[in-house]
């Protein structure tokens, strides 16, 4: 029998620029220009029907729309049994805190994102100053779960401030997108290295840099982590077998923390077929309860999804 999936990690793209625009997501910064593909909710829905895959996160693509996020909440609205919308808002506004309040009350938001708008910039006052951390307790007082972006440079100093944090709040989930590894260094990453001249060597057997990163939360069990198309990219570039990875991650963390995503919408080498179909082989080495439980029972047990 198949294991069903719940997609994490799926990035809406609508066909209609006139009624969703491009949006910089802060001031001084250029408009993003329109990509050259859709991933409209209809088109979602139907992929997720055949492939079975009953649930999904609308994750707000910030680097498209910025902080206007009314595209996955009018989206998710019409399928509030299907889709559970993450936005994204300004951590540095006073006024996100009772505004995402608000929108889980009223809009039926699910999970906030935070992410670095200049990630260029090696600071943490996006994730930690005392107004983001007042967006920290907004989450922990719904029962939300917050996810966070990181690049790779940002791993040496981000990834302990977060255990900090993850701390401060041990009932509220945090999830790491692309897994905060080294396997989850993205595209534009890699085309800025070799940009600059950078030579990319990711770490091997049997760790794959697992224990110079994210191992410092083996003790820290509400921190989880989503496996989307960006770590397959990685992993297939240089070789391995995605199943290892996820076996490593279960062995370090247990089989309750880790997730998939398909990072639809933003990472396309691989249509959904495709990364459905991958994301079912990345389970190989597991057993059943844990396959289940990263392809589908995880994600809904953490977004309080019953069906």
Not at 65 to 79: L, Q
């Amino acid at each position: 029998m198949t294991v069903p999936l719940f997609d994490t990690h799926a990035h809406l793209v609508s066909d209609d620029w006139d009624a969703y625009p491009p949006r910089p997501l802060r001031p001084g910064l250029p408009t993003p220009a329109r990509t050259p593909y859709a991933v409209t909710v209809d088109a979602l829905l139907e992929m997720m029907d055949e492939h079975d895959v009953p649930a999904a996160c609308l994750v707000q693509r910030g680097h498209l729309y910025g902080y206007d996020n009314s595209y996955i909440v009018e989206s998710a609205r019409k399928h509030p049994d299907r889709l559970l919308p993450v936005v994204m808002l300004d951590a540095q506004d006073p006024a996100t805190p009772d505004r995402y309040r608000a929108m889980v009350r009223d809009d039926g938001v699910r999970g906030f994102r935070l992410a670095h708008t200049r990630p260029w910039i090696l600071d943490t006052a996006w994730m930690s100053s005392p107004q983001a951390m007042q967006v920290w307790e907004a989450c922990a007082e719904l029962g939300t779960p917050m996810n966070l972006i990181l690049f790779t440079k940002q791993l040496p100093y981000l990834l302990p401030l977060i255990k900090i944090i993850a701390g401060m709040f041990p009932d509220l989930p945090i999830l790491l997108d692309h897994g905060s590894m080294p396997y989850g260094m993205s595209q534009y990453e890699v085309r800025l290295a070799r940009e600059a001249g950078e030579e990319i060597v990711l770490p091997g057997p049997p760790d794959f840099g697992i224990d110079r990163t994210i191992a410092i939360f083996e003790d820290v069990p509400n921190v989880h982590f989503k496996i989307t198309e960006i770590n397959m990219e990685r992993l297939v570039a240089e070789g391995v077998r995605p199943a290892h990875i996820v076996r490593r991650l279960v062995d370090g963390f247990g089989p309750e923390r880790l997730m998939w995503g398909s990072d639809v919408g933003q990472s396309m080498l691989w249509n959904y077929t495709e990364k459905s179909a991958m994301a079912r082989a990345a389970a190989d080495f597991l057993t059943p309860d844990e396959a289940r439980g990263f392809l589908h029972d995880n994600a809904a047990r953490v977004y309080g999804v019953t069906a």
